[in-house]
């Protein structure tokens, strides 16, 4: 059977057939060739300048490219209201205030407090509760715990899907205001956009990275300019800073103030990036970032819309592009595009980070993870999710054609796993940071009252395109659980059906079988009775090699764990040896260099000597496994199609022997 039935974690990159061991006086090999390298926890000086700009291009590409559309679509003519110098004020208070209480304080102030090791994002905030969750008494919360991150994550595939298409068309529909003409095809070439994006993904993010930190520099330098260029019409649209406009705007549109929230939310779109790449760049530049250039940029450029709607209510059709005189407006262009672009690659990005936690974590099946860069352990490439992604925008572009029809499909996913963060906040602050209830409480009230204000205005347009990220997410939420439940179904029965490992060795004692030379590798989920793979080997082939290897491969709640604790070597006796190597989530395996690291451990092997026993299993839904048909159906499928255990923990395929069993699921 395959490790991966315990904890699927994808292979790396150290080449078949590597030398055995060390030789005399070298150093021991690592274990972690492609280990998450976490951020500098206080970095100072040029290193913190340097982490803040490129913290520019990956965390705030989103929320920073809002600027095309947020405050135009509050004023649009299909669900907008009139550019009244009273609605101005009020939906801009409300848009600064957004920007400031969900932003600044939750996010940047208390939600980058929780983090893994370091780690960021829903998963690995999930994989922080966990391990304060282990008794039995804590079982029905564990697994409701599970299921909420697990929707919150499935959630931002939905974002994921929406927010190039988005990102894209808000840019070349500036192309509409220079060239009228042109507005009818404006969706063919957002479409020629998006298949250059993904169809560059597979050459990696290592080049072009270096590239968005200055990208974006001069995009928010860009815009703060625009913002104070439009002060001049009105400098009194400042008074927006007070929240008795947005008051106001309520009391006055009463029910449909309240849709216009659907609106506003697209000004906060990426705040949970914030949170998700903290792993990479750390706390402090995240924040530097935000509080020093983005939010202060944001803000001139949404006051300066709002003073140019003031003096011009007809400049609602896009004030963002109008804020330019007519000789800018194409330069501009230029660089919105490539800051959509940007703001694209950072959703894309992080479906395949995001991807690759739920797979380590055991929630999705193997997938064929690609690091492109040596240097950067988060720069990977899945085909599957490139692929899936591609498909899906492009489809969202030919559905929706323009930047005002997403809008309705657009902010649903966003605020849905904004509510669920901020639940998984209140646990780790009461359980694990010790709070008092009233103090975790009330803080957490305040955050779910705002994202559920913000998800209620965007479910009442389910109809109007919002059930497209609802639709993923749910799909993608069925399929995590199916897989999760499955295998751990799947682990049972097995389980049922082993030899206990001490009767194993007494029965190989006593029969002494041939020994041929050589290590045979047993890939194992369970540390305790003798593999499937391992009998069926014996019984048939009646021999077994001088040294056996039985090797699970385990992920902890934790995003890489320290290198001298990753091995656990037991000798059992007559050549056979159990190793346990535990991983974190955010970490990639390899067993060849695993076996590489044991030559330390006084476990010799030699590459070409070295065979590795696999398990594939044909499941028969004949069982009585307990769950119902159609999901047995399902996770057959991605079983099926799962990749292979050999690619996957990159095994060399020429020294592997897999024995099939049929298994009534």
Same mark, same amino acid.
């Given at each position: 059977?395959?490790?991966?039935? #315990? ?6 990159? #150290? ?54 559309? *947020? ?59 966990? !391990? ?68 560059? !993904? ?20 860009? &815009? ?35 849709? &216009? ?62 804020? *330019?005189?007519? $000789?800018? =407006? ?14 694209? !690659? ?6 395949? #980070?995001?991807? !690759? ?19 950067? $352990? ?19 572009? &030919? ?14 996913? +966003? ?33 779910? %009252? ?13 109809? =109007? ?27 049972? /029965?097995?389980? #049922? ?5 001490? /009767? ?24 305790? %009775? ?43 006796? =007559?050549?056979?040896?159990?190793? +346990? ?52 159906? +399902? ?15 990159? &095994? ?9 069993? /049929?298994?009534?699921?």
């Amino acid at each position: 059977m395959s490790a991966s039935q #315990s904890a699927p974690l994808p292979g790396g990159g #150290s080449p078949a057939g590597a030398p055995a061991g060390p030789g005399a006086g070298a150093p021991a090999p690592s274990l972690h060739p492609h280990a998450h390298a976490h951020a500098e926890s206080n970095p100072s000086g040029r290193r913190l300048a340097l982490l803040t700009l490129t913290a520019l291009g990956v965390v705030f590409g989103d929320i920073g490219t809002s600027p095309l559309y *947020a405050f135009k679509e509050c004023f649009h003519r299909l669900h907008g209201v009139a550019a009244t110098p009273a609605n101005v004020y009020g939906v801009l208070s409300l848009i600064v205030w957004s920007l400031t209480l969900i932003v600044t304080v939750k996010y940047v102030t208390f939600i980058l407090r929780a983090d893994n090791k370091g780690e960021g994002g829903i998963l690995a905030l999930l994989a922080l509760i966990l !391990q304060n969750t282990r008794r039995d008494r804590d079982r029905g919360a564990r697994r409701v715990l599970v299921g909420v991150a697990l929707f919150g994550a499935a959630l931002l595939y939905g974002d994921g899907i929406i927010t190039p298409p988005v990102s894209v068309l808000g840019a070349v529909e500036g192309l509409g205001v220079i060239a009228p003409r042109l507005e009818p095809y404006l969706w063919v070439m957002a479409i020629g956009i998006l298949v250059v994006l993904f169809a560059g !993904q597979r050459f990696g993010t290592d080049r072009v990275g270096r590239a968005f930190g200055p990208v974006m520099l001069v995009w928010f330098a860009s &815009i703060a300019v625009l913002g104070v260029a439009g002060f001049r019409h009105h400098p009194e649209i400042l008074r927006a800073l007070w929240p008795g406009y947005g008051v106001a705007f309520f009391a006055a549109h009463g029910y449909h103030g309240f849709v &216009i929230l659907g609106s506003v939310v697209l000004a906060v779109t990426g705040a949970e990036a914030l949170y998700a790449d903290m792993g990479h760049f750390g706390r402090r530049p995240i924040r530097l970032a935000w509080l020093a250039l983005v939010f202060p940029c944001l803000l001139l450029n949404y006051f300066g819309q709002g003073a140019l709607l003031l003096a011009n209510p007809g400049a609602a059709e896009n004030p963002f592009y109008l804020l *330019a005189p007519p $000789a800018l =407006q194409v330069p501009l262009l230029v660089i919105a595009t490539l800051a959509a672009i940007v703001a694209s !690659q950072a959703l894309i990005s992080g479906a395949f #980070s995001l991807t !690759q936690q739920a797979v380590q974590l055991g929630f999705m099946p193997r997938v064929n993870i690609l690091h492109t860069s040596e240097q950067e $352990a988060g720069q990977i490439f899945i085909p599957e999710v490139n692929k899936a992604l591609a498909l899906g925008c492009i489809l969202i572009v &030919i559905g929706f054609r323009t930047t005002s029809r997403l809008a309705a499909a657009y902010g649903i996913a +966003v605020t849905g796993t904004m509510a669920i963060t901020t639940i998984l906040f209140y646990v780790v602050a009461r359980h694990r940071w010790h709070w008092p209830a009233w103090k975790a409480a009330s803080l957490a009230g305040v955050f779910l %009252g705002i994202d559920l204000a913000f998800f209620g205005a965007n479910v009442i347009k389910i109809l =109007q395109g919002g059930w497209v990220p609802l639709a993923i997410g749910l799909g993608l939420f069925v399929l995590m659980t199916t897989w999760k439940r499955g295998r751990a179904l799947l682990q049972q /029965q097995l389980a #049922s059906g082993t030899l206990p490992l001490e /009767q194993f060795l007494a029965d190989v004692a006593r029969r002494d079988p041939p020994r041929v030379p050589g290590t045979a590798v047993f890939l194992t989920s369970g540390a305790d %009775g003798a593999p499937v793979v391992l009998l069926h080997h014996l019984k048939h082939n009646k021999v077994l090699h001088r040294q056996v290897v039985l090797l699970s491969v385990r992920t902890a709640d934790v995003p890489d764990v320290d290198e001298e604790e990753t091995l656990e070597v037991t000798d059992l006796g =007559q050549g056979f040896y159990r190793v +346990v190597a535990t991983y974190g989530f955010m970490e990639t395996p390899n067993v060849p260099d695993i076996l590489k690291y044991l030559n330390t451990r006084g476990i010799r092997t030699r590459p070409l000597e070295t065979s590795y026993y696999l398990g594939r299993e044909r499941l028969l839904l004949t069982g009585r496994a307990r769950m119902a048909r159609w999901r047995k159906q +399902v996770f057959v499928f991605m079983s099926r199609n799962a990749r292979s255990a050999t690619e996957f923990f990159n &095994i060399p395929p020429n020294r592997v022997v897999e024995l099939g069993t /049929q298994i009534e699921f």
